[in-house]
């Protein structure tokens, strides 16, 4: 796959690394990149020739080791991995970017700090301020100087969150249209979805 290299004022990001990854998904090349500026290794997987190519569907993922990993149904975080990862495994090509960015960027401390707060009848707002957070630290400035070393175009985002659209936006990425993920609540996350429309402005 053809990565280029980094020409931009922004975060300090190269590329290191590339394989062949078949998965449940459909087969993928899997890419790593490292960040200069807070030390963290990104992962991609990625299908097709994304070099030049515009509207290719992308998925910006934050990490969720309780989700992504654990099964966890308070949150609806590996239903989306999964979905869009089906999605960009049937389709020509595309990418799913992993961002470690645990539990909104606060980490996986204070997410599970958070979690006892909702325990007691706070949302994942309210908790997140609880704790002295805003409800979301999350940046979208390496995510973006990855698309840019992987030479896409303009994106098709795979996203309910209206803040990622935004936050690409700002960093100069085109996102030439958004595919929402959709995808059944459970009872233990219905509250938690439930705030993130309303409070966060998902479209779900």
């Given at each position: 796959m053809h990565?280029?290299?980094?020409h931009s004022p922004g975060p300090n990001v190269r590329f290191v690394a590339e394989a062949?990854?078949?998965s449940r998904y459909g087969d993928f090349r899997v890419l790593a990149f490292e960040c200069a500026e807070d030390g963290l290794d990104y992962g991609v997987m990625a299908r097709g020739e994304l070099f030049g190519a515009e509207n290719v569907p992308v998925r910006l993922h934050s990490e969720c080791f309780t989700g992504d990993v654990m099964g966890s149904l308070k949150c609806d975080c590996r239903d989306q991995l999964e979905a869009a990862l089906t999605y960009v495994g049937n389709s020509e090509k595309g990418a799913v970017l992993y961002l470690p960015q645990e539990?909104?960027?606060?980490?996986?401390a204070n997410k599970i700090r958070a979690y006892a707060l909702q325990d007691r009848g706070l949302d994942t707002v309210e908790a997140?301020?609880?704790l002295?957070?805003?409800?979301?630290?999350?940046?979208y400035d390496t995510a973006a100087e990855i698309i840019r070393l992987l030479g896409i175009r303009s994106v098709a985002l795979?996203?309910?969150?209206?803040?990622?659209?935004a936050g690409l936006a700002r960093a100069g990425i085109a996102v030439a249209s958004h595919i929402p993920l959709q995808?059944?609540?459970n009872a233990h996350n219905a509250f938690y979805l439930a705030t993130k429309r309303d409070k966060s402005g998902h479209r779900l």
């Open positions: 990565v280029g290299e980094s062949r990854l078949p539990g909104r960027g606060i980490g996986l997140n301020i609880a002295g957070f805003p409800d979301d630290l999350r940046r795979l996203t309910n969150n209206p803040a990622k659209v995808t059944p609540p």
